[in-house]
Every structure is written in structure tokens, then in C-alpha cells.
């Protein structure tokens, strides 16, 4: 992709929000130097004779950040075009994604930023043979941390199913090397999981009172239990809510499936939750309400949330569907401020990468979403993209759809999409 960044140049839109004001502020500019922010000042005075991007009716906000993902390569330009400049992997082959992790770093205007966990760490039935990886006890997972930890994973990820002797051995190992780690629970509540020293949970899994139509004093007891623990919640509402309604039409005329996999589109109409009694589906519905109801209790009592969407499962959009996510908090009732932090200054200071993302400050990477309207007025305009600016170089919307058809012509053979594919090819 060519470079289209200037040295140094300024950005002026009508809108900023930092990623950490409570409301977006008029009449400033922000001055890039490189990759990096050099400064945010008034926009009278930038400097004369600066190169001058103006985006008016536009607000300019940090790069998104998507917490909960299992990436393929095909994957990386919706990502870049919807301004989700930064991706956490929660689950794949260690190698592969520690090497797609580095070609992120070494040409990043042409990839989101990666952060990755390698394998997902199961118990003794690894539930995805490829992005997965099993282990018959304490000691075996034990060494699976203290190893992944070696080769520089930047977070550890348990999955459904470990035992609960795995779960607190991980756990320690973790913690003794100062190592961030995260669970997708299957036999544990989430103060289970507290307890042992599990850090964040994905999916709301292990809390039993956001899956029923719980009393308010049900939620404040959940809340009561995490709060001195300071467990993370990455909801993901935006798979449950797909995967509850696989069979609704609009999601097949969806514009953004443009930017998905040929594969992985059939995968989806093919997806098992698509067929079967109506009642899982419609069960899976009433739940989605419920667990918005515990996030913005969540939210109100100060669980720290991050945005996550679990890409690419039934019709999530890879970037798009932090859009989405996005949106599904504010129907929840967060604010539009509140829920754009879980995806920005929230997520960057879960993940341990404040000092280089996550907000519009000077010294931080000049990763950037420039979208029409106001996303901390309407929630919507998220969505509204007008320009993507990563690493320093504004993108082109057109080579990057380029980039997504040369990549959708290759054959999806990576270890996330030989799980996905062949778990609906087996049904």
C-alpha cells in the first residue's frame, strides 16, 4: 500500500474526543510527526506552511481496539477500514499468530497492531484441535504458561475445558511472572475464577445472574463478589446476540460481507444454530436481554468493561463488528462516551498498552478513526468512517478492498479457519 503520510502534517476536524474526555471538544488540531502524535493544540495554531488534512462535520477519535478476536489473514483489511486499528487474539497456533505478529510490526500500515494469548489452554478435550491445545493436568498446563510466557505472549487464555486444579496452576504461574490471563469459563462461576486469580472473563461466562432475569439485588451480589478482585468483563453481546438470530435476514444483505471470506460466508448460512428447535434460539434471545441488563449494572457499579466481539463467528464482520458491539452496549444503557472507552482508553490500560494506544495524546502512536458526526453524541456515526489513519499514514479505502479481494481468493487455511470451517462442515 503506498505511503501516503506526509513527515509531519495536521489533522482538522470539526470534533475531538481523546479517548478519555467525558465529552468531544471543537476547535482543535492534532499534529503528526511520523507515526506519532506530536502534539494537540488549538487548531489556530498549527503552524503555517504544515500540511493541513481538514475533515469537516467530522470527529476524530482513537483507533478501535477489538479485544476478543481469532484472526485470520483475510481478516486485516476490514479491520483497517473500519478504524480497529488495534486486535487482541484470544486464540489460535502459537507460532502462527506470534509470526503474523510480526509482519504487524514490521509493515504496520498494512495490519492492525497484534496482541495475542497463542493457544487456547484446555483440560484434558481440547473443544478446537487447531486454535486449542489440550492438556491431561495441573503440571502440563503449568508448563504451557510458563512456555508461552517464554516466547512473549502478551496475555494467557483458558478455555471450557479445565479443570479446576488447571485453572488455579495456571492462574499462579501467571501470576508469578507477571503475566495478564483471561477465561472463557465452562464448569466455574466467575467468583470461582476470582478466587484463584483470573484476571478477566469473556462472555459473561461463569455469571449466572446475567443469564436469567435476575433482581436487581442478584446483580449487585454478582457485582459484589468481582469488585475487590478487580475482574475485567469482555462481554462480546454482539456473538450472542448473532448467533441467537442467525436465521434474521438482514444480516445476509449486510454491504460490510463484502469484506468476508467467500468461505466463511457459506460457513455462516451453514452454521448449526441456524437449524434445530426454535426454542434455543428464542431461549438465546431472552438471554442477550438479560445479560444487558447486568452489563449496565455492571458499568454502574465500576466492573471495568473492554469491547470484544469474538470475529469471525456467525456474521461479525471483522472491524465492523466493534460498530456493532459498540452499539449493543448504548442499547444496554452505557453512554456513547462510556461504551467508545471500553474499545479505546479502557481496553489500552486493561492490556497493558496505554503508553502506546488507546488515546489522542502527544508520544502515542498516531492511530486514528475519523468519522462523520459525533459517536459520543450518537453512537451510530461509529460507523460513519470517513478516514483511517494507522501507524502515521492515512489509508485508502479502495487499496485496502483490493487488498480484501486479493486476500478472500486465497484458499482460508489457517489454524482459526480449518477449526470454524470443519466444525460446520461436520454437522
Not at 80 to 97: E, K, M, S, Y
Not at 377 to 396: M, N
Request: aromatic share 6%; net charge positive.
Amino acid at each position: 500500500m503506498k505511503n501516503l503520510k506526509t513527515t509531519r502534517y495536521a489533522i482538522l476536524p470539526d470534533n475531538i474526543w481523546n479517548g478519555r474526555w467525558s465529552r468531544s471538544k471543537s476547535g482543535y488540531a492534532v499534529i503528526v510527526e511520523g507515526s506519532t502524535i506530536q502534539a494537540v493544540c488549538a487548531a489556530e495554531a498549527v503552524p503555517r506552511g504544515l500540511k493541513k488534512h481538514r475533515f469537516p462535520g467530522c470527529t476524530i477519535l482513537p483507533g478501535l481496539i477489538d479485544g476478543h478476536v481469532h484472526f485470520c489473514d483475510w481478516m486485516r483489511p476490514g479491520f483497517l477500514a473500519a478504524g480497529v486499528t488495534t486486535i487482541r487474539d484470544v486464540g489460535n497456533d502459537l507460532d502462527w499468530i506470534l509470526e503474523r505478529r510480526r509482519r504487524a510490526r514490521t509493515n504496520p500500515s498494512q495490519w492492525p497492531n497484534i496482541l495475542c494469548c497463542g493457544p487456547l489452554l484446555d483440560g484434558p478435550n481440547a473443544h478446537w484441535p487447531f486454535m486449542g491445545k489440550a492438556h491431561a493436568d495441573r503440571a502440563a498446563i503449568e508448563a504451557s504458561v510458563k512456555s508461552q510466557i517464554e516466547q512473549d505472549v502478551d496475555a494467557i487464555k483458558l478455555y471450557v475445558n479445565i479443570t479446576h486444579e488447571q485453572m488455579t496452576g495456571a492462574a499462579e504461574v501467571s501470576r508469578r511472572y507477571g503475566k495478564y490471563i483471561l477465561a472463557h469459563l465452562g464448569n466455574f462461576s466467575a467468583q470461582e475464577a476470582a478466587a484463584v486469580g483470573i484476571n478477566e472473563i469473556e462472555h459473561l461466562c461463569g455469571c449466572a445472574a446475567a443469564w436469567k432475569e435476575s433482581p436487581i439485588e442478584g446483580l449487585n451480589a454478582l457485582c459484589d463478589d468481582l469488585l475487590p478482585s478487580g475482574m475485567v468483563m469482555c462481554p462480546t453481546l454482539v456473538v450472542w446476540d448473532r448467533i441467537a438470530r442467525t436465521n434474521e435476514p438482514a444480516f445476509r444483505q449486510d454491504k460490510r460481507l463484502k469484506w468476508v471470506h467467500p468461505a466463511f460466508l457459506q460457513a455462516w448460512e451453514n452454521f448449526p444454530n441456524r437449524f434445530g428447535a426454535a426454542e434455543a434460539r428464542l431461549k438465546l434471545q431472552r438471554n442477550v436481554v438479560e445479560m444487558k441488563r447486568c452489563l449496565a449494572q455492571m458499568q454502574e457499579r465500576g466492573i471495568p468493561i473492554i469491547a470484544g466481539t469474538d470475529s469471525p463467528f456467525p456474521y461479525l464482520v471483522p472491524g465492523f463488528s466493534v460498530h456493532d458491539e459498540l452499539t449493543q452496549m448504548v442499547d444496554a444503557g452505557l453512554t456513547p462516551v462510556n461504551a467508545l472507552r471500553t474499545a479505546t482508553s479502557r481496553a489500552a490500560e486493561v492490556m497493558l498498552i496505554s503508553k502506546q494506544v488507546g488515546a489522542i495524546a502527544p508520544g502515542l502512536q498516531a492511530d486514528f478513526l475519523i468519522t462523520d458526526g459525533d459517536p459520543t453524541k450518537e453512537i451510530h456515526d461509529v460507523a460513519r468512517v470517513r478516514q483511517v489513519v494507522r501507524h502515521g499514514t492515512l489509508l485508502k479505502t479502495e487499496q485496502l478492498r483490493r487488498m480484501s479481494a486479493r486476500l478472500n481468493r486465497q484458499t482460508a487455511e489457517d489454524p482459526v479457519s480449518r477449526d470454524i470451517l470443519g466444525y460446520v462442515s461436520a454437522r
